[in-house]
C-alpha cells in the first residue's frame, strides 16, 4: 500500500492502537475486495453489457432506447468509476499512476 492516500488516515502520529488496528482493517479490507473473483467478474460483465449498450445504438432508433442507452451509460459509468476508487485504494496512489495498466483502466 506504499503511496496510497489513505496511509495519511492510517498513520497519524499518537493515534492509539485500538483506532489504528481498525484503520489497518478497513484498508486491508479494500485491498481484499479489489483482489476477489467475484468483483473481477462483475467488473468484466459490466464492460460486456456496456459494449452491448454501445453496440445496440444505432441509426434513427427509437426514443425509449435512447433512453435506456442513456441511462444504461450513466450506470456504467457510476460503476467504473467506483471501480477505479477502489482499485486506487487496494494498490495505492503512486502505484496506480506508475502502473501503465492502470493508466489505461483509467483513460478507457
Same mark, same amino acid.
Given at each position: 500500500?506504499?503511496?496510497?492516500?489513505?496511509?495519511?488516515?492510517?498513520? @497519524?502520529?499518537? *493515534?492509539?492502537?485500538? &483506532?489504528?488496528?481498525?484503520? $489497518?482493517?478497513?484498508?486491508? !479490507?479494500?485491498?481484499?475486495?479489489?483482489?476477489?473473483?467475484?468483483?473481477?467478474?462483475?467488473?468484466?460483465?459490466?464492460?460486456?453489457?456496456?459494449?452491448? @449498450?454501445?453496440? *445496440?445504438?444505432?441509426? &434513427?432508433?427509437?426514443?425509449? $432506447?435512447?433512453?435506456?442507452? !442513456?441511462?444504461a451509460?450513466?450506470?456504467?459509468?457510476?460503476?467504473?468509476?467506483?471501480?477505479?476508487?477502489?482499485?486506487?485504494?487496494?494498490?495505492g496512489?503512486?502505484?496506480?499512476?506508475?502502473?501503465?495498466?492502470?493508466?489505461?483502466? $483509467?483513460?478507457?
Amino acid at each position: 500500500m506504499e503511496g496510497s492516500p489513505f496511509q495519511v488516515a492510517l498513520f @497519524v502520529p499518537g *493515534a492509539d492502537q485500538e &483506532n489504528s488496528a481498525t484503520n $489497518l482493517r478497513e484498508a486491508a !479490507d479494500a485491498s481484499s475486495t479489489a483482489n476477489t473473483t467475484p468483483f473481477t467478474v462483475f467488473i468484466i460483465t459490466c464492460i460486456v453489457l456496456n459494449t452491448a @449498450v454501445l453496440a *445496440a445504438q444505432h441509426h &434513427n432508433q427509437p426514443q425509449w $432506447l435512447d433512453r435506456l442507452t !442513456d441511462i444504461a451509460n450513466v450506470v456504467f459509468l457510476c460503476i467504473f468509476g467506483v471501480e477505479l476508487v477502489i482499485v486506487m485504494g487496494a494498490v495505492g496512489f503512486r502505484r496506480f499512476f506508475t502502473s501503465g495498466f492502470y493508466v489505461l483502466d $483509467l483513460v478507457v
